[in-house]
């Protein structure tokens, strides 16, 4: 019997209702990890798409359970340290440790930096760079105690390593979780607790597949569909794709997450189809 590359561990997962969050329970479950999974199942005021609900955590219960896995799933809002550490006591109750942390839950708006409002900015920085420094605080203390090492991944994006236009708050959210992320893999590496950020070029999810963001992309076309936002932004990336699958980033923080990358910490892992490259060869017509 093959044993699974995370068999045994558990792992704690925000945004798993959907998108990357869902694919990283499912594909961490696949290699043996038990799950506690949150979600905030709610949308934002200041955000042009619709956010998750409790149904979508739903469906990853089911889908994680149909693994035969255990799964506890709670509503928890990462910009809350107190409902984040009342999902780490029950998962703790449930299965006695955490092993993996993947604070990847985000959101996104869009505008010129001079014409964001105050609160989509807040909005933004709230929970792409606060809720994932909150989410560490809550489930790494346990990790420290228990003495046995682990995986912390932060979700972050290529926007966290170089500028987007009209994402400036979003853009300073997420360098802020490679800060982050470098000086908690300084401070924990004493015990044993690698800390990694991932840097994904757009990925096929809610938050990219909208119209918002498909007119965006294609420079403020009103209406626009999948169909022409997947020619326009083939653009971004050096290889001829307009965007990468949850899964793509579920294989690296799996990889992240297992014992194969046990003295792997501090890096910036970019799964960017070329994006970030400065030179790109033109794509075939």
């Keep these: 019997m093959t044993v699974g590359r995370v068999e045994g561990k558990v792992a704690f997962i925000t945004g798993a209702a959907r998108g990357q969050g869902r694919a990283h329970a499912l594909r961490l479950a696949q290699e043996g990890a038990e799950i506690i999974a949150v979600d905030v199942c709610q949308s934002f005021d200041t955000v042009p798409y619709d956010g998750s609900t409790e ?23 990462v910009r809350d340290l107190g409902s984040l550490q009342a999902a780490v006591d029950e998962g703790l109750s449930e299965f006695g440790h955490i092993d993996i942390v993947c604070a990847n839950a985000g959101i996104a708006s869009f505008a010129p930096a001079l014409e964001l409002t105050e609160e989509m900015w807040q909005e933004v920085v709230d929970v792409n760079l606060i809720g994932v420094w909150k989410t560490v605080k809550a489930t790494a203390p346990s990790m420290v105690e228990r003495g046995q090492g682990g995986s912390i991944v932060l979700t972050s994006s290529i926007a966290g390593l170089i500028a987007f236009p009209n994402l400036a708050h979003y853009t300073a959210a997420k360098h802020g979780v490679t800060g982050l992320m470098r000086t908690l893999a300084v401070e924990l590496a004493p015990h044993r607790i690698r ?10 999810t809610p938050m990219v597949a909208n119209e918002p963001v498909w007119g965006l992309f294609l420079g403020g076309v009103a209406g626009a569909t999948r169909e022409q936002a997947a020619e326009g932004m083939k653009a971004l990336n050096a290889m001829p794709i307009p965007w990468v699958e949850s899964v793509d980033i579920s294989n690296a923080v799996l990889y992240l997450a297992s014992d194969e990358a046990r003295y792997v910490t501090g890096t910036t892992t970019v799964i960017d189809a070329g994006a970030m490259q400065p030179f790109k060869v033109p794509h075939s017509a």
Excluded: F, G
């Design 55 to 77: 149904s979508d955590l739903a469906q990853t219960v089911k889908e994680v359970e149909a693994l035969d896995r255990r799964i506890v799933a709670r509503k928890a809002d």
């Design 195 to 204: 800390v990694n950020s991932v840097h994904p070029t757009t990925v096929d």
